[in-house]
């Protein structure tokens, strides 16, 4: 059974940095892609980044270009979203999610993810 669980939210003043964490469970990780999504209070939810494990090939969301990186430990079994010069509109519960089929690329964030983690708060303000 697969299982996606999220760690590393928190409060953070502008400017920070966090590393959000998904510890992935009972796949083999080279053959899914791995995504970071976002929702805001009141907003519907946005792709942030994902990267797939077999070819390490990434994408990132114009929103976020130039802030966040993403990167996976095999060995743990864990994907990281590095978040940098946070800004409060960057206050979201993320999630991380799986899926054998999404390519890292336009419209990769558009289609139907299989797999859903929990969620981690990020709060960003002064």
């Known amino acids: 059974q697969l299982q996606l669980v999220e760690s590393g939210g928190g409060s953070v003043q502008p400017g920070g940095s966090l590393r959000l964490s998904c510890l992935v469970s009972?796949?083999?990780?080279?053959?899914?892609?791995i995504g970071w999504f976002r929702q805001a209070p009141g907003k519907e939810r946005e792709g942030v980044s994902c990267i797939n494990l077999g070819d390490g090939s990434m994408y990132n969301a114009d929103s976020v270009k130039g802030r966040v990186t993403v990167s996976s430990d095999k060995d743990k079994n864990t994907v990281y979203l590095h978040l940098n010069d946070l800004k409060p509109e960057d206050t979201a519960i993320y999630y991380c999610?799986?899926?054998?089929?999404?390519?890292?690329?336009?419209?990769?964030?558009?289609?139907?993810?299989?797999?859903w983690g929990q969620g981690t708060q990020v709060t960003v303000s002064s």
């Open positions: 999610a799986a899926d054998r089929l999404v390519v890292p690329q336009t419209g990769a964030f558009d289609v139907r993810w299989e797999y």
């Open positions: 009972g796949i083999t990780l080279d053959w899914y892609t």
